[in-house]
């Protein structure tokens, strides 16, 4: 199994400008989850999808942020009008199945630097 | 809503020393827990987790036990080595929706 994988793993980027990650699950799984967590912090939830379907959104997810997950697999997190207050690592994870004991395996994050 | 308090650190301790880190959760029903870890430069890695009162997890010489009574889950080791240093976040899940992490604890080991 390949893990979680995410592009880009650094991006630096000025005021203003729009950013989108990506984000790649494990194959098989039907949960797809993004967080955030900035330094010394532990990470905050964002949104999550199973399959297609976006079934919650944090109060963290301002108007400026929007997550697709468009065919129930890669999602993109995008970001438009960055601010600095938006510098952090922005984390993938997924896992399969609506247990709560299920494992969630985590990508090795997006570190975004708003400049 | 649901919370997780874990331990401040930084915690330094030396080589073969025993470990505690404490975690203590606030939820309405009864989530499962989970024990992360996170190297320098590397994503989060589950190190263990236990789904219902009194089970215990373990994994790599560590072991954390769910204690309903106490809502708490306290990572142990009982001889840590270098290796080990990193962050140690506690999380749990409740309704299968989501993960909820206390702040992390920065575990230091010296030779």
């Known amino acids: 199994d390949t893990g979680v994988s995410q592009d880009p793993r650094h991006k630096i980027t000025k005021r203003g400008q729009n950013v989108t990650f990506r984000c790649d699950p494990i194959s098989e799984h039907n949960r797809l989850y993004w967080y955030r967590q900035t330094l010394g912090q532990g990470p905050e939830f964002l949104t999550y999808?199973?399959?297609?379907?976006?079934?919650?959104k944090s109060r963290l997810l301002s108007d400026r942020f929007s997550a697709e997950r468009p065919k129930g697999s890669f999602s993109t997190l995008e970001i438009q009008r960055t601010e600095q207050g938006d510098s952090a690592m922005y984390l993938c994870a997924s896992s399969w199945g609506q247990s709560s004991g299920n494992t969630i395996y985590f990508g090795e994050g997006s570190w975004l630097t708003v400049v | 809503g649901d919370s997780v308090t874990q331990m401040e650190g930084p915690v330094t301790l030396s080589e073969e020393a025993f470990l505690t880190i404490n975690c203590t959760y606030t939820?309405?029903?009864?989530?499962?827990l989970f024990w992360y870890v996170q190297y320098p430069g590397e994503g989060l890695q589950l190190l263990l987790k236990a789904t219902k009162a009194d089970d215990k997890g373990s994994n790599k010489g560590f072991e954390a036990t769910y204690r309903k009574e106490t809502t708490s889950f306290h990572l142990e080791k009982g001889s840590v080595q270098v290796s080990d240093s990193a962050v140690y976040f506690c999380a749990l899940n409740q309704g299968a929706q989501k993960l909820v992490f206390g702040q992390g604890t920065r575990l230091t080991i010296n030779p």
């Open positions: 939820a309405t029903g009864y989530p499962s």
């Open positions: 999808f199973q399959n297609e379907a976006q079934l919650e």
